[in-house]
């Protein structure tokens, strides 16, 4: 039986993956990170960030990725809404559940895509109504790609990536996700890189016309041609086998392939849904790629799907 003492409200919010179009990775600077230009797009791999009002903090997570999800402090999700109740002056416990669909450690921003949703969840919850520069601004604090999974859509990120500004861009693409079986740690993939490049002067880096361009005229096969990652030789200098994946999908049909940030995902843009669900299958029957997705793009960020309601 439910009673009015032992209701909970609880808000859910979906938040999307993303996929880097084009990551440009610049100098190293004196805080650690490195100076980035990116173009993110929103992909329609989602996960579902639900918070309930509880007697104590607390992370369930669930779906095909949960056991590789910690549950206590350092969980992402529970960090942000931590962190909005302390900005906010509300000490009250929640329990934040998690149904995780995007790979975790995959280079997909699964870890920001929870702590967006939490952000947003905390914010109906409490009824704060934070104004949006408030919500991206605390966002950034959490990390670098959190701005970009709350805004969605197609973006240009600077900075560390979380500083955004829009893109004119035209088009919804279909993408393959070879996800591998092992992560890769973001830190570590960043520190291969800069073994790889050693003394060589690196750029100031900035997004590239062709990119611009591509985006602009919704042309696919300019897309694809136009995909690039400068973490990309790192990726594969840590996961060689990541190497095999990317010839086979181009020998199989895909109008571009490039790891997905720090990888190992390793995504395909394809021209069409049915190329889309046949180069799934060709991945598959080869046996050079473990578990295949697929996702549409861009979609939308992250937004409340249920609640404010009670639960029981
Ligand atoms: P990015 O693309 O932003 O560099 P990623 O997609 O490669 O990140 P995540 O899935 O965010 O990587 O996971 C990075 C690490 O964060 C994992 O190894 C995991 O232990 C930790 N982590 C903490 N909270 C979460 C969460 N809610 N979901 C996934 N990983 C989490």
Not at 33 to 41: G, I, K, P, R
Not at 178 to 200: H, I
Not at 211 to 227: E, H, Y
Request: a negative charge; charged letters at 20%.
């Amino acid at each position: 039986m439910t009673s009015a003492a032992t209701t909970h409200r609880s808000v859910t919010v979906r938040v999307p993956a993303k996929v880097n179009l084009e990551l440009k990775v610049g100098p190293r600077r004196p805080d650690g990170f490195h100076e980035l230009s990116t173009v993110y797009m929103a992909v329609g791999l989602h996960d579902e960030v639900t918070v309930v009002q509880a007697d104590r903090w607390s992370v369930l997570v669930s779906g095909p990725y949960a056991d590789q999800v910690p549950r206590d402090e350092t969980n992402l999700a529970l960090r942000a809404a931590r962190a909005v109740g302390r900005q906010v002056g509300i000490d009250d416990p929640l329990s934040v559940l998690i149904h995780k669909e995007i790979p975790v450690a995959g280079g997909m921003a699964g870890g920001s895509a929870d702590a967006a949703g939490a952000l947003l969840a905390c914010d109906h919850l409490w009824g704060l109504g934070l104004p949006r520069e408030d919500l991206l601004e605390t966002a950034a604090d959490l990390g670098s790609d959190v701005p970009f999974v709350l805004t969605g859509g197609i973006a240009v990120g600077s900075g560390r990536g979380e500083r955004l500004a829009p893109v004119l861009a035209r088009g919804t693409y279909h993408w393959v996700l070879a996800v591998s079986p092992d992560g890769l740690s973001t830190p570590a993939v960043y520190a291969e890189c800069d073994r790889l490049r050693g003394d060589a002067d690196v750029p100031t880096p900035e997004p590239t016309t062709g990119m611009m361009t591509a985006l602009r005229s919704g042309d696919v096969k300019a897309l694809g041609a136009a995909l690039s990652n400068d973490l990309g030789d790192a990726a594969l200098s840590l996961q060689p086998e990541l190497g095999e994946v990317l010839v086979a999908g181009l020998e199989f049909g895909a109008v571009g392939g490039l790891v997905s940030g720090s990888g190992p995902t390793v995504a395909f843009l394809t021209e069409s849904p049915e190329a889309a669900l046949d180069l799934c299958v060709s991945l598959t029957a080869s046996g050079v790629a473990g578990e295949v997705r697929r996702a549409k793009g861009p979609v939308h960020g992250a937004h409340v799907v249920a609640g404010p309601s009670t639960r029981g």
